[in-house]
Every structure is written in structure tokens, then in C-alpha cells.
């Protein structure tokens, strides 16, 4: 019997304390819907929001009308603005499909727009290479073999 009134006094003030702790955050939320009152008047000169068009933000998620007004930010493609390849920090100086590329180097677009090399081949200033036996570019662009020698396997090595 004691520990049944023991568990009962716990759940009251446990009750308690949760009531408590709601009305403190109800408090706090009046507070700040009037701090965003008083800052919306001074800014309106004394405008309800319903003669504005806008609405107040809640804290709890709403948005407000006027983030919704901003238009996005329309990007820079190169087809339109072809100079932008060139800025510093692009992925390369040419255009294709309104992208930024390097045809020197890009598998995709290799020496041209739309020119893609095969699965095994690199892209070897803007050409379509094979890393495995071709002699000037052996496991990567620019690998020269030396006289006498052939690429196997993308590795220099003698006959």
C-alpha cells in the first residue's frame, strides 16, 4: 500500500512539473509573437498585416509570404554566356551541351562535342587513346616509352 501511494506522488508531481514546463514555453512564445509584432509596426509605420499583404512567421515552421515572392537565381550556362568556361575555377575552357569541359582531357567530349571514347581508351589531348599499348601515352597521357620498348599493359617494357 505505502509504495502505491509512493508511485501516485511521483505521477502528480511529474504531472506537475510537465504543466509547469508548458506554460513556461507558452509564455516565452507570446513574448516573441509580441517583440515580432512591435518590430513589424515600427517597420510598416503602423500597417496591419491584412493592409500589407504579408503575414507574420511563427517559430513553429511557418514562412513567411514574402521568401516566396524572391525569385530564384537563374544560373549561368555557357551557351548563353560563353565566357564563363573561362573564369577562373571552371572545369574547362570549352561548351558542350551547356556544360563547361575540357576536350583535351574530357572522355565524354574528347577533341570535340559529343565525341566519346571507348571504355578502355583515355582522352590524350583531344584524342581517343589506348593506355595499354599505345607507346606515347602507356598507363596515362604523356608516359612515353623509350626507344626499344613497347607498352604491355599500360607498363614500358623491352622485347
Avoid: W
Amino acid at each position: 500500500m505505502k509504495s502505491l501511494k509512493t508511485c501516485l506522488v511521483l505521477a502528480i508531481l511529474m504531472a506537475l512539473a510537465a504543466i509547469s514546463l508548458s506554460a513556461i514555453q507558452s509564455r516565452d512564445e507570446l513574448s516573441l509573437e509580441e517583440d515580432n509584432e512591435t518590430t513589424y509596426n515600427d517597420e510598416t509605420s503602423d500597417l496591419s498585416p491584412a493592409e500589407t499583404g504579408r503575414e507574420l512567421a511563427s517559430l513553429r515552421g511557418g514562412s513567411l509570404r514574402f521568401l516566396s515572392e524572391i525569385k530564384p537565381r537563374v544560373p549561368m550556362t555557357c551557351d548563353k554566356y560563353p565566357r564563363v568556361c573561362r573564369a577562373k575555377g571552371s572545369t574547362g575552357p570549352d561548351c558542350c551541351k551547356k556544360k563547361c569541359v575540357n576536350a583535351m582531357t574530357d572522355r565524354l567530349n574528347c577533341g570535340k562535342c559529343g565525341k566519346k571514347c571507348k571504355y578502355s581508351e583515355l582522352c590524350c589531348k583531344g584524342q581517343c587513346v589506348n593506355p595499354r599499348s599505345d607507346r606515347k601515352h602507356c598507363g596515362s597521357c604523356g608516359n612515353k616509352c623509350k626507344k626499344g620498348s613497347l607498352c604491355v599493359y599500360g607498363m614500358c617494357s623491352y622485347a
